[in-house]
């Protein structure tokens, strides 16, 4: 299995807005709506702590501890390194036999 390269951490909206301006410099936005991308979270606590990665101002890169209460936290995604992801067909599917034909039923008789 491959390691986890990160996690997208999505907030209630009701915790962005009352975090307001103070959040809006950690969040990205994707197609399930906003999220703070993080290279490591602690959910052992009352704060969740969020470990971003991030840019200083002379572009020297810095990781910064973002910890915010439990209750605002709505879901925590672990982002995953491998190209592809998702759900596959497991409809069993017929051979084909060696000759590379499919197999014809067998006749009733």
């Given at each position: ?79 995953r390194s491998e190209v592809a992801f998702g759900f596959r067909d497991r ?19």
């Amino acid at each position: 299995m491959n390691e986890s390269s990160g996690y997208a951490v999505f907030l209630f909206p009701q915790a962005l807005e009352v975090l307001g301006a103070a959040i809006k410099p950690y969040l990205q936005d994707g197609p399930a709506g906003p999220f703070v991308p993080c290279r490591e979270v602690d959910t052992g606590g009352a704060f969740v702590e969020l470990m971003l990665e991030a840019r200083a101002p002379d572009g020297g890169a810095i990781v910064l501890e973002l910890m915010v209460p439990g209750s605002m936290v709505r879901m925590i995604v672990s982002a995953r390194s491998e190209v592809a992801f998702g759900f596959r067909d497991r409809t069993p599917r017929t051979e084909p036999e060696a000759g590379g034909a499919a197999a014809a039923p067998p006749a009733s008789a």
